[in-house]
């Protein structure tokens, strides 16, 4: 059988609930003509815990479920765990498979061995500016810094000096004309309407893609992915606004609802445009075949407002507090309501000893010790009405002593929706156009061995059997 070359668009938690209503609203769209002609399938994430797309793209990408990988955080050391269950870019390139990966979910330890990558981006949330070719470095640079001065509120400063260094390779990297065009009409739109300033999330995708793009057209890898989280992080706000009716309860306001109506579509409007170029992409090339995957979905949780969240600001004044000085500790990207940080071997004893000792309202801060030094703290304090400090055992620690501030929410939204383990995976063939009578169900865990396959890689003995989607 001859073999397929793979592209994966991760499009992060996007469920067939956006999809319908987005073609029945724009029946010319590039997603309209895919779901038209692609095959399409349900996928449930297996995953036992909290969802999180730290732990399901894992899955993922290694075929099995959270009880075996036990990824859910970055800053991870992930050296054991890759000998055990190698995610999807390790075991092609293993098998001399060319190969080419765009910012997946915890990719941030990058290879050892770049001898079949053909480019290899880490995610935005790694903890170095690495990037293979090393010109795309300078992206990187800008996209970490970007990502981590926007966790929760869109930054208002721009980060210039990557930002510049950008612009002067912008031939280098492959920035194109439209999306220049696409980050000017942003900033003009916002100047005017400042609410549409949290629209900029799309931006970075924008040039990411682009980069992707030129590096997808000129290696042509036989396995490639791109991933993207911006519709997803319109979804978690702004469902309630474009999707009111799913909510037994709805307690946002009527200006609110109006103000931001129109954010997924935006999202899944450059999401579009992206899908559009990678279409041409695959017909010009028939030896593609594209798939278009989320890890999970979302669906509504509440319609109601929330004003502002609790987060550790000030991590130099958190640690010092718990008696760790600045040169012993390291802080580690993370999303928001997460606050990760590496910890120098000598002091462990003694954190470990102030962090039991250390409650707020009663309670011990939510954390997972990985016992290799790494820390994740889980601040899900949203609209916190309690008193302003935490007690280190039986003195009161204020929080400005610890670094703790109360930030308000921009949008007065934190989570509409939130994440489901179905989630939609569409396998477009140019060569063989596909008519959906169906969504039958499948396991997230099942694409890993069903892409192997199509490689003709040795199925791990730890995955499913694949399945049959990707035709020759």
């Not at 970075?204 to 992080?233: C, E, K, R, W």
């Not at 718990?322 to 910890?343: C, K, N």
């Not at 889980?378 to 039986?394: K, P």
Request: aromatic share 12%; charged share 15%.
């Amino acid at each position: 059988m001859e073999n397929r070359k793979v592209i994966l668009f991760e499009l992060n938690e996007v469920p067939y609930r956006v999809f319908d209503q987005y073609c029945q609203d724009k029946p010319q769209s590039s997603f309209a003509q895919l779901l038209a002609q692609s095959q399409q399938y349900e996928t449930w994430a297996e995953d036992n815990v909290h969802l999180s797309p730290t732990t399901t793209w894992p899955s993922l990408h290694r075929g099995v479920a959270f009880d075996k990988h036990g990824i859910n955080s970055f800053g991870q050391n992930l050296q054991d765990i890759d000998r055990l269950y190698p995610p999807l870019w390790q075991i092609t390139t293993t098998h001399g498979v060319k190969t080419g990966v765009f910012a997946p979910m915890m990719s941030y330890q990058p290879p050892d061995d770049l001898t079949h990558y053909d480019f290899y981006v880490p995610e935005a949330f790694a903890a170095e500016a690495f990037a293979h070719p090393q010109c795309i470095s300078i992206f990187q640079q800008f996209n970490i810094a970007m990502t981590q001065a926007s966790r929760s509120n869109v930054a208002q400063k721009i980060e210039w000096q990557p930002a510049l260094k950008m612009l002067q390779q912008a031939d280098t990297l492959g920035l194109s004309l439209p999306t220049f065009l696409d980050i000017g009409a942003q900033f003009i739109a916002e100047r005017f309407q400042p609410h549409l300033r949290t629209r900029r999330r799309s931006l970075q995708t924008l040039l990411g893609f682009d980069i992707f793009l030129q590096q997808l057209q000129q290696s042509q890898p036989s396995y490639a992915s791109f991933f993207t989280n911006h519709v997803a992080a319109a979804m978690h706000r702004y469902w309630a606004a474009t999707f009111p009716d799913d909510y037994a309860s709805f307690h946002m306001s009527s200006e609110w609802s109006q103000r931001y109506a129109h954010e997924i579509t935006f999202a899944m409007d450059k999401a579009d445009d992206l899908l559009h170029r990678l279409m041409r992409f695959v017909q010009n090339h028939s030896g593609y075949v594209l798939l278009i995957a989320g890890s999970m979905g979302q669906a509504a949780l509440e319609a109601k407002p929330s004003d502002s969240f609790l987060e550790i600001a000030h991590p130099q004044k958190f640690m010092q507090t718990l008696g760790v000085a600045d040169h012993e500790f390291e802080v580690r990207p993370s999303m928001i309501t997460q606050f990760v940080v590496a910890i120098a071997p000598p002091k462990l004893e003694r954190f470990r000893n102030n962090l039991s000792k250390l409650t707020l309202n009663g309670e011990p801060l939510r954390f997972t010790d990985y016992h290799d030094g790494l820390f994740c703290f889980y601040l899900t304090y949203q609209d916190y009405q309690g008193s302003a400090h935490c007690q280190l055992g039986q003195t009161p620690i204020p929080f400005e002593d610890l670094g703790i501030v109360r930030t308000l929410h921009e949008d007065s939204a934190f989570l509409t929706a939130d994440h489901v383990p179905q989630g939609a995976l569409l396998v477009w063939d140019a060569k063989n156009p596909a008519h959906c009578k169906s969504r039958p169900q499948i396991s997230a865990l099942d694409l890993a061995p069903t892409i192997l396959q199509n490689f003709n890689i040795p199925i791990p003995s730890y995955m499913r059997s694949p399945l049959t989607l990707l035709k020759s």
